[in-house]
């Protein structure tokens, strides 16, 4: 029945297959074949070749009758262009799109910069731009730098800046902050500076600077989680509700002899001394940061154990006391990767951080980790007891110069599952 | 009778006729042409006025040969092979050392028209337009354009070393390679041509080029105790540059590239050569089509070059690990390492690299296995390989002596000899294994002959070349061949321990050709029972040898 319907609905199509018209298909053919015969057979009425150069060149002859130009398909076509026009605008100088974060939690930023390393007969770069983020955070900047003098161990440079980050996450301060009391606050940053550094050894550095910024709080943002007034005060977010200018002159030691840059063996040892001078005294602190790093790999380096221990102590004149937005922060794709973005703030902070990481193919990592660290309200407590913890597992695209893509997923915590998905290495 | 029955008739009539209509071209094509087998190729008859340059793409070529298996992968005889299974010379590859031993001087000559070249006089003309290694190029005093190549900090010697050495073994496997030479650049006399332009990396844009640029290229540079450079110094071809060619299809312009270039022996058997010399960057990419001009006429001659990552260097950096062992995405290994969170590993994982002079970069023989050895990524070609073209290729190697090889290295003038000799005897322990595989794959009879006594004579390359003792038994089945049918007849067989015997008189007299077929017994290697078919054809003076086909 439903062969006889499609007959009923395609005549054209039941005339052109049926079992008579498909014989006479087959007799054109044979007739076709004899009277009008293929290439082959028009061959064989020419004189047969005689020998084998003849035949490689009838077959060169045949070609050169039909010759066409190359044609690139449309992958290799935008692949090519990719190489030859768009990947070489990345690193030179001139205006060129700006991708990445501007600050963890900030989402993907995108914006707009321009590079000039040819001032001061090349010894001078100037590097402009601006960006803002899906999450409406934006930052302008601007320095000048001069990092090759005196043959390359000395390098001076300039900037300024100015940042607006609407959404903070802050949870209070301290270890016992509750997730539950997450808020947000805005803060708008004015910075400028200046900045030098001396290389006395090929891995060493040692530098300073001294730089000058007012910091602006105003409610958080978000339409998802209050503002951080709602919960906080004054007396429990130092800070808060204020504007404050801000001197601070800093001391960096830097030791790197890190192989290669997206390391597999060596180490960065990093302290840098600071000193936060309020105009009124009543925020200034000192605050010392001290970050260690050590690589080590086998297995013709494709296996990698990297461990940091990073450590904060802050330390408030007299009758002083440390700003919230100031204290070293501990949660997020950078710290204890179980946690959200801010989740621990204090004035002294205890960060360990361990990874292993193996090579799946080449330019693609994959890495098991374990985070561990707390924060503190006193020196004294800055030990390995109670720690908040978590673990996971990530995957890197990277290059020997770096990690160019991270991908993380953090388990284990208090704080639920996390996936952080970065442009750029953990540590 | 049935419509549909009737039906059935009319197409296996059909197709009857269609067959019958292509038979008598078949037996009009004789097996063997009169000026069979041919040396020469000449694939520079036709005019190629239509050629122009492709523009390369190395992203492309990794991602078209990684992930898209471009050209035919199939299991046939390479289409270029002459019929005696040789590769006749032709505008890719013209036979040297596979043809007669090159003296010692002409192995280390290789393509060079000079003894060596001194760089005074000579003026810095432009920058390098592609590639890791850092250089520019220069104009020698008639004006002839060079570019110049430097060492990295870390491998003083090592890039330069591999290119000349590279550059030497490829000429005399028979691959138009480009002339090189190690010199020494005093940086208190470059001269720069006041017209010498560069493209400016930080703008992307062509502006003068400027002692400051040479200045910057030099700090990237091994430098000599005396404060001089040592470079490398490539003479660019002659002829109009066309880009790479492709290890698979043919130029769709070019009127004399009819033969896919996956079926070219001397492009399948090239893996042979990258696996001994660790050429891992055998591709596309390096390699280079030139538009010449002879008389008028125009022709495509293809070139093999940059050699400067061969052996244990990266070019710029002593070479990786995985060079040479897997691809740079090979699925099966990353996923097991991913599944087992990486308790499992590679076996080049636990290759140990001996203590060596930075100039010889990461290289070994030790556990170099010829049939696991992998370029960066796959090759039409490499993949097409099959035993026999394998075993022509492994012929050229056998030819290379422990002299030859260090004479080649040698040539590289590393200041410290200890890098001559450790390079020369991994290249010597490595052409062994070559040997030992590839002349062992395919039944290895060669150099057949049959004298006008009737006597039948054969060589045993892989016994000659000390990779195997000698077969136990030769089991040899003659008979007459039509040449214009294909077909044989009166055969004779018979066995032997020798590689001397002789003809039957029965099948030889009065016949204008003869196949014989020989099957070689060994208890080790099974693939020597397929056999060799070999053609001899009646000349005035006695027989001729017409067809070897060792692989069917």
Redesign the interface.
């Known amino acids: 029945m439903i062969h006889a319907a499609r007959e009923r609905r395609c005549p054209v199509y039941n005339a052109l297959v049926s079992?008579?018209v498909?014989?006479f298909y087959?007799?054109v053919?044979?007739v076709v074949?004899?009277a009008a015969?293929?290439p082959?057979?028009a061959?064989?009425s020419a004189p047969?070749?005689?020998?084998?150069?003849?035949?490689?060149?009838r077959?060169?002859?045949e070609?050169?009758r039909s010759?066409?130009?190359?044609?690139?398909n449309g992958?290799?076509r935008a692949?090519?262009t990719?190489?030859?026009r768009v990947q070489?605008?990345f690193g030179?100088?001139?205006v060129h799109p700006k991708f990445g974060s501007l600050d963890t939690g900030s989402g993907f930023a995108f914006g707009v910069g321009y590079l000039n390393?040819?001032l001061v007969d090349?010894e001078g770069a100037l590097n402009i731009w601006g960006a803002v983020s899906l999450k409406k955070y934006w930052a302008v900047e601007g320095s000048f730098d001069m990092p090759s003098l005196a043959a390359g161990w000395l390098t001076l440079g300039t900037y300024a800046r100015h940042q607006d980050y609407p959404q903070q996450a802050f949870f209070g301060i301290g270890p016992e902050s509750r997730r539950d009391d997450q808020t947000a606050f805005r803060i708008v940053n004015s910075m400028a500076g200046g900045r030098a550094r001396v290389k006395p050894a090929r891995s060493l550095t040692v530098g300073g600077g001294v730089e000058y910024f007012r910091h602006e709080l105003a409610p958080g943002r978000s339409k998802e989680i209050p503002s951080i007034e709602a919960l906080f005060t004054d007396a429990t977010a130092a800070g808060l509700g204020t504007t404050r200018n801000f001197l601070r002159p800093y001391f960096t030691f830097e030791y790197d002899y890190r192989q290669p840059r997206n390391a597999r063996k060596g180490g960065w040892y990093r302290l840098e001394a600071s000193r936060f001078a309020d105009a009124t005294d009543q925020f200034t602190f000192n605050r010392v940061d001290v970050d260690l790093r050590q690589y080590g790999s086998i297995?013709?380096?494709?296996?990698v154990l990297a461990v940091r221990l990073y450590a904060s102590t802050s330390e408030p004149g007299s009758g002083a006391r440390v700003p919230f937005y100031l204290m070293p922060t501990l949660g997020g794709h950078d710290s204890l990767r179980g946690f959200r973005d801010y989740r621990f703030r204090g004035p002294h902070a205890i960060l360990t951080q361990t990874e292993?990481r193996?090579?799946?193919?080449?330019?693609?990592d994959?890495a098991?980790f374990y985070d561990a660290g707390k924060v503190t309200l006193r020196r004294s407590d800055l030990n390995f007891k109670d720690l908040e913890h978590d673990y996971g597992f990530g995957f890197r695209f990277n290059t020997d110069n770096g990690t160019i893509l991270r991908i993380d997923a953090g388990f284990g915590s208090s704080d639920g599952k996390h996936l952080y998905i970065v442009f750029g290495d953990v540590f | 009778m049935s419509s549909k029955r009737i039906t059935h008739q009319r197409v296996a009539l059909g197709l009857l006729a269609l067959v019958l209509s292509m038979v008598p071209v078949a037996s009009q094509s004789p097996s063997f042409y009169p000026d069979d087998p041919i040396a020469l190729d000449d694939d520079m008859s036709l005019d190629a006025a239509k050629v122009v340059r492709i523009a390369d793409s190395n992203i492309y070529d990794f991602v078209e040969n990684t992930f898209a298996n471009p050209g035919v992968r199939h299991d046939v005889r390479a289409q270029n092979v002459n019929t005696i299974g040789d590769v006749p010379d032709s505008s890719w590859f013209v036979n040297r050392m596979g043809q007669r031993p090159l003296s010692t001087a002409e192995l280390v000559r290789g393509p060079d028209r000079f003894d060596s070249v001194s760089l005074d006089g000579w003026k810095v003309s432009g920058d390098k337009s592609s590639g890791l290694q850092p250089g520019f190029r220069m104009t020698d005093p008639t004006g002839h354009l060079y570019q110049i190549e430097f060492d990295p900090p870390s491998n003083p010697e090592m890039a330069t070393g591999a290119e000349i050495i590279g550059t030497a073994f490829y000429h005399a496997f028979g691959y138009h390679t480009v002339e090189v030479y190690i010199a020494e650049l005093d940086p208190a006399k470059i001269e720069i041509n006041p017209e010498a332009r560069m493209t400016d990396p930080l703008v992307g844009k062509r502006r003068r080029l400027t002692r400051r640029d040479v200045d910057e290229v030099l700090s990237r540079a091994a430098r000599m105790p005396n404060g001089h450079y040592r470079v490398l110094v490539s003479r660019f071809a002659d002829g109009a540059p066309l880009g790479n060619f492709r290890y698979y299809g043919t130029r769709p312009d070019d009127p004399n590239d009819i033969i896919p270039h996956e079926d070219r022996r001397e492009l399948r058997a090239a893996r042979v050569f990258g696996a001994w010399l660790n050429h891992d960057d055998s591709r596309g990419v390096n390699s280079l089509d030139m538009l010449h001009t002879d008389g008028g006429r125009r022709y495509v001659k293809h070139y093999m070059f940059d050699f400067g990552s061969i052996m244990g260097s990266g070019t710029v950096f002593a070479q990786r690990h995985r060079a040479g062992n897997e691809y740079i995405v090979d699925w099966a290994p990353g996923w097991l390492t991913l599944a087992t969170l990486g308790l499992y590993t590679r076996d080049w994982l636990h290759i140990d690299y001996p203590d060596v002079p930075p100039s010889v970069g990461r290289f070994e023989g030790r556990s170099f296995d010829p049939l696991e050895w992998r370029p960066e990524y796959p090759n039409s070609a490499f993949d097409n390989m099959r035993a026999d073209d394998a075993f022509w290729a492994a012929r050229i190697v056998a030819k290379f002596s422990d002299a030859d090889i260090r004479a080649i290295v040698s040539k590289a003038r590393y200041s410290d000899p200890r890098a001559t000799d450790y390079i020369t005897a991994t290249l010597i322990e490595r052409r062994n294994k070559v040997l030992k595989t590839w002349l062992t794959a395919a039944n290895p009879l060669v150099d057949f002959a049959l004298g006008s006594d009737g006597a039948f004579t054969f060589t045993n390359a892989a016994v000659a070349a000390g990779v195997a003792t000698p077969a136990t038994e030769y089991r040899v089945r003659w008979s007459r061949f039509d040449n214009s049918t294909g077909s044989t007849t009166g055969a004779i067989e018979a066995t032997t321990t020798g590689t001397r015997m002789p003809a039957p008189p029965a099948v030889v007299k009065d016949a204008e050709f003869v196949q014989v077929d020989i099957a070689s017994e060994h208890p080790q290697f099974s693939a020597w029972k397929a056999p060799v078919t070999v053609h001899f054809r009646r000349h005035s003076s006695g027989w001729g040898l017409v067809g070897v086909s060792r692989v069917q």
């Open positions: 079992r008579r498909i014989g087959v007799w053919g044979f074949a004899i015969p293929a082959a057979f061959q064989a047969p070749p005689q020998t084998r150069a003849e035949v490689l060149q077959a060169r002859d070609k050169g010759v066409t130009p190359y044609e690139r992958l290799e692949l090519n990719v190489e030859t070489s605008y030179r100088d001139g390393r040819r090349r297995l013709a380096e494709r296996r292993y193996f090579e799946v193919w080449s330019g693609f994959a098991l």
